[in-house]
């Protein structure tokens, strides 16, 4: 676990007023199965939210509603004060202005690591070239691998993928960023230099809702600890209250599997 | 070396050969390669001694000699007066037409099918399931003749377009479907440039002028879209390009043809037979449907197979972005199937080009018909016309691998 | 923001969807008309599927099963539903249909021909299904020469003296090999090649003598229709599979001359149209072979397909060797496994596992395959449905003929991708 977060500079981490998305009833099914019931979650810019709960608890299709990965069928989703729904532009609205990074990195393998990070700000952001590729390398120096601009996804680690996977959101210059559980698919050693990167995220101000078994990153980095099971909200607290003082019975559960007693 | 001088000293036994490494695999090939030697003296023997009881020699040079023979399609003039060797080079041209209007053709079919097959539209994708599963299983010379079948006897005959109020009219007055084949326009040129004697045939002057052109407007169309990149990496903006690429693309191939004084000669009907105009054979109809259809099946599956090979994660990369679909489409899924694709959609090709040789079962004058049909035949040298015909398609193949290989080295993926 | 503890106290129980997202109406809406495309796309296929079916089925219901001449089945069908009606004459396929599944094979000898086909089910059995019993696997290797003799006929002993030179070549094994390993190899090669070629034929004949057992002796001439695909796509399958599996270890081999011939020959064989081999095995064969010598056109034609279809099979199985990890030779090298027992133990099962798409595809390209033999005057089921057209009572007639032979083939292919799809899926055992 991430023990080395330990020095996190929360001196910019600072929670407004300003609501940055606002989930009221939503519902979601599979077909006839009821996936999500009932969320209502309220994300204020700059929040850090870790959201937990056992494999298949919903936890990763309740983040992929938020930039319409997947449908809802009721309730509602707006996001920056873009409602989600069936129609294109507000879609491509939100998802322009939300990032997010996946569990298996999804870079593109037949793009180097500068294309990957220059393809959405050139033909959505309607960037030139030379100045997509400058920031494009303000981020890789930023997640620390600058020398690898010029080869292909395959050739690098699963950490640094993960993180040209973060760079790549970055460029994008989005408002919200979101993680599906972003450390999953690598090594143990692999997975601090990814924390890491998230921290430093967090540590700009940056508001974000996080998939993650990750306890010590959340404990560290988030505001908000959401714990999920059979596809609705169990409960949420602070982290520090949400480790040392569980509520739920399931929680509890849930803390007492994961943290290995 | 020690070592060495305190090995057994056995001396030499002839189950060093086998046993010990360093001998075993040199032992193996000389012996395998005393075989092959063996058995290929022992072929050469028995033809050489085949051919003297039959009283043969082995002779190319009936490739000189007076053909004798008609051939009813022709890209390149030829009459029984042209040498076997010309007959030769029409059947080749005649496959490779067959070759490549199938490859066009099942290559339009096959992406459509394998595109419509992956619908989320459950009747479309059940519909072209059923396609695929039902062309694709059955023997390609069946359907072969069948569609000829189907052309010579339900297909009116010429003399159904006839009189006042015909049996049938023909297409926009330019095309006829008959029994005997389908009539269609032939381009003319009133100002035709004429044609340069190539030794073994003529060529059309016309034909080399629309080629260059049509290179041509290709070429300048390619130099616009980069100068439209260049613009757009410079100010973000990709400039409007479609007008002008249409103008690029149609303008001047039309000039040309306007210069040239092109026309449609249309077929007409004289007496109980279209004359004028371009005929293609049932043979060729029958071929070049047949071998489509059921290429196209073969082609559908790689298609199916490259795009879902590209995982969903890829497209929700793309999608999370901020790229809308037609874009993620073009910029990510497309580059990523297309590596998966196309070897496959090469080696169709080949497997087409060599299957244009069952012509045989509906008489279109291909290679195999001329050289290794009458040629054949005619100057009973079985054993020269065969070499040549293996080794023609040989190179067909050859090159086409050539093509593949190169193609595949330039877009692998670097990995680790 | 408010405090942000929250803790549920219920659960909420799963509800059932809305009902615009559940139910017929709901699949119709998301499956066909969920775009204007789509919709496109629906009404062209269902206006396509009404063409085919308002087409062909009136066509398929106005059938004629008892007719002597197309004449009569037109006359028929015009008498029963009006005047120019068209409907399908399977009359042609009543009268003929045994000519297309056994050629010219003698009627009262149809009996051979099927018995073989169910005795080939029975060994087949073992081979393609694991809850066979494993002692059925005998029968499958005595199948073949048992096959050869139910449908050529002649006496049994000449098969049976085939199947004992492998019997033979194995004691020579076991007897020399205990004085020299090599000389054991060798007399196992050499031993059963000398019994074939010299005392094969005398043998038969002298037990045949002694306890005649025999069937009417056939000539390759009588057979033809479905039967001769068969036969020779059987034989083509079970013998490409072991030949390109050798061609493909020759290809990834060391061994410089061994690989660059079985590179040759790959190639080579992978860049001519089957027809011209064929042609080659009808012209050409006989100025390869000595002078006089005899060799049945069938067996030609067998040997030919066999070269032609191992050569792609080659190819199949060495992608399936290249998929290997390299971890996988060493394993087996780390073992002490010599090169062959590698190869059988550890390589080839995993190989071949990768491969069997491609295998099968390769089996239903070459059963396919077996209707050029037509082109060199074999009385395949096309070359019979060709003679049957030419015929006046049914000249003309053509749908109801290509249906039948298509169909046949359908089954065939058909049924042999689906088990392959049943046999990848069962293998899967590397996958969760």
Redesign the interface.
């Known amino acids: 676990m991430a023990e080395a977060a330990t020095a996190v500079n929360r001196s910019k981490m600072t929670v407004s007023d300003e609501v940055a998305i606002q989930i009221t009833d939503m519902n979601k099914w599979y077909g006839t199965f009821h996936v999500l019931r009932d969320i209502n979650i309220t994300v204020n810019k700059g929040e850090r939210i870790v959201v937990c709960g056992p494999s298949g608890s919903g936890k990763s299709t309740l983040i992929r509603c938020i930039n319409r990965l997947e449908e809802h069928q009721q309730g509602q989703i707006i996001v920056d004060g873009t409602e989600l729904t069936s129609d294109l532009k507000n879609i491509d609205k939100v998802r322009s202005e939300v990032g997010m990074v996946f569990q298996h990195f999804n870079l593109f393998p037949h793009l180097t690591i500068l294309e990957n990070l220059t393809l959405a700000p050139i033909w959505v952001r309607k960037v030139p070239k030379k100045e997509a590729e400058e920031t494009a390398m303000y981020f890789l120096q930023k997640v620390k691998i600058p020398e690898q601009a010029h080869k292909y996804p395959g050739q690098l680690s699963g950490g640094q993928q993960q993180r040209v996977a973060i760079a790549r959101s970055l460029c994008m210059k989005p408002r919200i960023m979101l993680f599906d559980e972003p450390t999953s698919a690598l090594d143990p050693e692999m997975i601090k230099e990814v924390l890491d990167t998230m921290i430093s995220l967090a540590e700009d101000g940056m508001t974000m809702i996080c998939v993650t078994h990750e306890m010590g990153f959340a404990q560290a980095v988030a505001n908000r600890v959401i714990f999920m099971d059979q596809g609705q909200i169990v409960e949420q607290n602070e982290p520090r209250e949400f480790f040392n003082n569980p509520q739920s019975d399931r929680t509890k559960l849930f803390l007492s599997q994961i943290l290995g007693h | 070396m020690a070592l060495a001088s305190d090995a057994p000293r056995a001396g030499f036994r002839?189950?060093i050969l086998?046993?010990d490494t360093r001998y075993r695999?040199l032992t193996?090939?000389v012996v395998?390669?005393f075989l092959?030697i063996l058995f290929f003296a022992w072929?050469v023997t028995?033809?050489i001694?085949?051919?003297s009881?039959k009283g043969k020699d082995f002779d190319f040079g009936f490739l000189w000699v007076r053909s004798g023979y008609d051939i009813n399609q022709m890209l390149i003039p030829y009459s029984s007066d042209s040498t076997h060797g010309t007959a030769l080079l029409v059947g080749l041209l005649n496959t490779l037409l067959l070759a490549f209007l199938a490859c066009v053709l099942a290559t339009v079919l096959g992406i459509a099918a394998g595109v419509?097959r992956l619908?989320?539209?459950?009747?479309?994708s059940r519909?072209m399931a059923v396609y695929v599963?039902?062309f694709?299983?059955?023997?390609?010379?069946?359907w072969i003749?069948?569609v000829n079948?189907?052309m010579s006897?339900s297909m009116p005959e010429p003399k159904a377009f006839k009189g006042a109020t015909p049996e049938h009219s023909m297409f926009l007055d330019a095309i006829a479907v008959t029994n005997r084949g389908v009539y269609m326009p032939a381009p003319a040129f009133t100002r035709g440039l004429g044609s340069v004697d190539m030794g073994l045939f003529m060529f059309n002057l016309n034909f080399l002028a629309i080629l260059v052109v049509i290179w041509g407007s290709i070429w300048s169309y390619k130099w616009l879209q980069r100068d439209a990149t260049t613009v757009?990496?410079?100010?973000?903006?990709r400039p409007v390009t479609w007008w002008k690429s249409a103008a690029i693309l149609v303008v001047p191939i039309v000039a040309l043809l306007l210069g040239l004084g092109f026309h449609l000669e249309n077929p007409v009907l004289k007496g109980f037979n279209f004359i004028g105009g371009l005929q293609a054979r049932n043979s060729m109809i029958a071929m070049w449907l047949a071998l489509s259809i059921y290429s196209a099946t073969y082609i559908a599956e790689s298609v199916r197979g490259g795009i879902l090979a590209i995982?969903r994660?890829?497209t929700?990369?793309?999608?999370?972005?901020?790229?809308?679909p037609g874009?993620a489409t073009r910029?990510?899924v497309l580059?990523?199937a297309l590596?998966v694709i196309i070897p496959p959609l090469i080696s169709q090709y080949l497997s087409i080009t060599?299957?244009t040789?069952?012509a045989?079962?509906v008489g279109y004058m291909d290679l195999?018909s001329t050289l290794?049909g009458i040629t054949m035949n005619q100057t009973g040298r079985?054993?020269e016309c065969?070499l040549i015909?293996?080794g023609i398609?040989?190179t067909?193949?050859?090159i086409i691998?050539a093509v593949m290989n190169v193609y595949n080295r330039s877009i692998a993926?670097?990995?680790? | 923001m408010t405090s942000p503890l929250y803790v549920r106290t219920t659960m909420i129980p799963p509800k059932n969807p809305p009902s615009s997202q559940v139910g017929i109406v709901h699949w119709i809406r998301d499956n066909l008309f969920s775009s204007g495309t789509n919709i496109f796309l629906t009404l062209a296929a269902i206006y396509a599927v009404y063409v085919l079916v308002a087409t062909i089925g009136p066509w398929l219901s106005r059938s004629v099963w008892n007719a002597s001449s197309l004449t009569e089945c037109r006359a028929i069908i015009a008498a029963t539903y009006g005047e120019g009606k068209s409907g399908a004459c399977f009359a042609v396929i009543n009268e003929r249909w045994q000519q297309i599944l056994f050629g010219f094979y003698p009627r009262d000898l149809y009996w051979r021909p099927t018995l073989t086909l169910v005795l080939m089910l029975v060994a087949l059995g073992p081979i393609l299904f694991s809850w066979v019993p494993r002692a059925m696997l005998w029968f499958s290797v005595c199948f073949p020469a048992l096959a050869f003799w139910l449908l050529w006929g002649g006496t049994i002993w000449f098969p049976v003296m085939i199947l004992v030179g492998f019997a033979v070549g194995y004691l020579a094994y076991r007897v020399v090999s205990a004085i020299n390993g090599l000389a054991g190899i060798i007399a196992a090669i050499i031993v059963p090649v000398i019994w074939w070629l010299y005392l094969c034929g005398p043998l038969s004949d002298a037990v045949q003598s002694v306890v005649p057992i025999e069937l009417r002796a056939l000539r390759s001439a009588d057979f033809g229709g479905f039967l001769l695909s068969a036969v020779i796509g059987i034989s083509g399958i079970a013998f490409s599979l072991p030949l390109g599996i050798l061609l493909a270890l020759g290809r990834q081999s060391d061994m410089l001359v061994v690989k660059s011939f079985c590179v040759a020959f790959i190639e080579g064989l992978r860049g001519v149209p089957l027809i011209t081999l064929l042609f080659t095995a009808s012209l050409l064969l006989n100025y390869f072979l000595p002078p006089g010598t005899e060799f049945d056109i069938i067996m030609r034609v067998i040997i030919m397909v066999t070269l032609f279809s191992a050569a792609y099979m080659a190819e199949v199985i060495r992608g399936g060797l290249a998929a290997l990890p390299r971890g996988q030779y060493e394993a087996a090298d780390a073992l002490g496994l010599d090169y062959w027992q590698a190869q059988r133990l550890i390589i080839m099962p995993q190989a071949l596992k990768v491969s069997i798409p491609g295998i099968v595809g390769n089996f239903i390209g070459l059963f396919k395959d077996t209707t050029l033999v037509s082109f060199i005057s074999l009385q395949d089921p096309l070359q019979l449905v060709s003679s049957i057209r030419a015929n006046t009572e049914w000249n003309g007639i053509y749908w109801e003929l290509f249906i039948f032979v298509g169909f046949l083939f359908f089954i065939f292919c058909f049924s042999m991708s689906r088990y392959s799809m049943y046999l990848e899926n069962k293998l899967k055992t590397d996958h969760r």
């Not at chain 2, 929700?316 to 809308?324: F, I, P, R």
């Open positions: 002839l189950g086998i046993y695999s193996i090939q395998f390669l092959s072929l028995n033809t001694h085949n051919l009881i419509l619908s989320k539209n459950w009747i479309v519909l599963e039902t694709r299983n059955v023997p390609v010379v069946v003749v069948l079948a189907i006897n757009q990496n410079a100010t973000g903006v995982s994660g890829q929700e990369a793309a999608l999370a972005l901020g790229l809308q874009l910029l990510v580059p990523q590596r060599k299957n040789s069952l045989i079962a195999r290794g079985e054993l065969m015909l293996m398609y040989l067909i193949s050859l691998s993926l670097k990995e680790r």
